[in-house]
């Protein structure tokens, strides 16, 4: 059994916050290992929850369209959350939720020793950049820690509540795939 295979059994189990008792299915991440460039969102929705697969309801399908114009997909990058189980409603996983659950993605980030990650919304961008992070200010800029390069987008379902936030991220999608390609990463 791989590293992550027994890292995605060990998840699976979790019970580790009150999220663990209304999930239908443990959201782990998808994609390939290792993998040079990781989408790091905040928490599965609903039809994730039921899938148990990261970004796969009408988020998801933006996502993949966003990921398509710069020269990704499912293959070739990997996809997480920050919280692996579906918070209520969908609402904001709460910060106690964050600290029970980060340490898998901790060691899913450790494993897949990324290039490059990608925060989809402020409340990854807090979590992973800096906990001040202002999407609205600071989308798409670069921030690098331990050689790693980080950068945040407006997550998918923001854009679709908000179109006028398109054109901004399809410029931070243009920075994306200059950075991964100035990285190797595609």
Same mark, same amino acid.
């Given at each position: 059994?791989?590293?992550?295979?027994?890292?995605?059994?060990?998840?699976?189990?979790?019970?580790?916050?009150?999220?663990?008792?209304?999930?239908?299915?443990? $959201?782990?991440?998808?994609? %390939?290992?290792?993998?040079?460039? $990781?989408? $790091?969102?905040?928490?599965?929705?609903?039809?994730?929850?039921?899938?148990?697969?990261?970004?796969?309801?009408?988020?998801?399908?933006?996502?993949?369209?966003?990921?398509?114009?710069?020269?990704?997909?499912?293959?070739?990058?990997? #996809?997480?959350? #920050?919280?692996?189980?579906?918070?209520?409603?969908?609402?904001?996983?709460? %910060?106690?939720?964050?600290?029970?659950? #980060?340490?898998?993605?901790?060691?899913?980030?450790?494993?897949?020793?990324?290039?490059?990650?990608?925060?989809?919304?402020?409340?990854?961008?807090?979590?992973?950049?800096?906990?001040?992070?202002?999407?609205?200010?600071?989308?798409?800029?670069?921030?690098?820690?331990?050689? $790693?390069?980080?950068?945040?987008?407006?997550? %998918?379902?923001?854009?679709?509540?908000?179109?006028?936030?398109?054109?901004?991220?399809?410029?931070?999608?243009?920075? #994306?795939?200059?950075?991964?390609?100035?990285?190797?990463?595609?």
């Amino acid at each position: 059994m791989s590293e992550m295979d027994a890292l995605r059994e060990r998840c699976l189990q979790c019970s580790n916050c009150p999220l663990a008792r209304t999930r239908n299915h443990v $959201v782990f991440g998808v994609g %390939p290992v290792p993998s040079k460039i $990781v989408f $790091v969102g905040e928490g599965p929705g609903q039809q994730e929850d039921l899938r148990g697969e990261p970004f796969v309801g009408a988020a998801g399908q933006l996502l993949d369209e966003m990921l398509s114009i710069i020269d990704l997909s499912r293959q070739n990058c990997y #996809i997480a959350n #920050i919280v692996k189980c579906r918070p209520p409603q969908n609402r904001d996983p709460l %910060p106690e939720e964050q600290d029970a659950c #980060i340490g898998y993605l901790n060691e899913q980030l450790r494993i897949l020793q990324p290039k490059m990650i990608v925060c989809l919304g402020r409340i990854a961008a807090m979590r992973l950049i800096r906990p001040e992070f202002r999407i609205t200010r600071e989308h798409g800029q670069w921030s690098q820690k331990d050689g $790693v390069f980080y950068t945040a987008i407006y997550h %998918p379902s923001a854009l679709l509540r908000d179109v006028s936030k398109r054109p901004e991220t399809f410029a931070d999608l243009l920075s #994306i795939r200059e950075k991964a390609r100035t990285l190797k990463c595609i």
